[in-house]
């Protein structure tokens, strides 16, 4: 079975601080490792990974894969309380067009910033 | 584009009561995800389509959920009959088939059976 595990589950922080946000997966054929924000509806994509050691970057968010250890890294610079969400880490595997299109979500982690 | 589109918002029934709850995809895209929300199990996908076809329901928790696509713009999710461990959330997300791992999500159904 699938398995997509986050670290740490619940964060507090004061703005200006730098997080990192963790998700380690155990998946049979691995398409890809996805980032979610959800504040109080529905997430919304951040960034989707591939490839092992290419950075994912879009402003004081970024992002990398590490295939080999099977885990990714969410890192969010100078933290703003907007920054305050639910942040999922979703992989996706199997074959494209049967079981390949289905994420399996980790629990998620509960960032709070703190002004 | 409207993003996804689902209906109603927010849902109370009864224990018993059939629930119907409704997606409209974003216009273009072929996958379409049914996904569940609670606070115990988190997200956790039901079924979901490839071009108005179910692929893989194996998430379906039972035989009393079903779900249906009769086109490329409409879905429906059903609950007949509802107990009061189906209150969640209930999202739909689309994708195009080329960043299937992409998708939107709609802004979920709130469904509560008393």
């Known amino acids: 079975e699938d398995k997509v595990v986050q670290s740490p589950l619940s964060l507090v922080v004061h703005e200006g601080d730098t997080v990192t946000l963790n998700c380690s997966y155990e998946v049979t054929n691995f398409r890809s490792l996805l980032w979610y924000k959800q504040e109080k509806k529905a997430p919304t994509f951040l960034f989707m990974l591939t490839s092992s050691g290419i950075e994912k970057k879009s402003g004081r968010l970024s992002s990398i894969l590490d295939k080999k250890e099977l885990f990714s890294i969410l890192n969010i610079t100078a933290t703003q309380t907007g920054d305050s969400a639910i942040y999922l880490c979703a992989v996706g595997a199997g074959v494209l067009g049967t079981s390949g299109s289905r994420l399996t979500f980790g629990e998620g982690t509960q960032l709070t910033v703190n002004p | 584009d409207a993003g996804v589109i689902q209906s109603p918002r927010h849902e109370v029934t009864e224990m018993g009561q059939e629930v119907t709850l409704r997606c409209k995809p974003i216009s273009g895209h072929d996958y379409l995800f049914w996904y569940r929300q609670t606070m115990m199990r988190g997200l956790e996908l039901l079924i979901y389509?490839?071009?108005?076809?179910?692929?893989?329901d194996s998430g379906m928790p039972e035989d009393r959920f079903s779900a249906k696509m009769p086109n490329a713009s409409f879905s429906t999710l059903k609950i007949q009959p509802s107990e009061p461990r189906d209150s969640a959330v209930y999202f739909c997300?689309?994708?195009?088939?080329?960043?299937?791992?992409?998708?939107?999500f709609g802004p979920g159904t709130r469904l509560t059976v008393l």
């Open positions: 997300a689309s994708s195009f088939f080329d960043r299937h791992n992409e998708q939107f």
């Open positions: 389509f490839n071009n108005n076809v179910p692929i893989d």
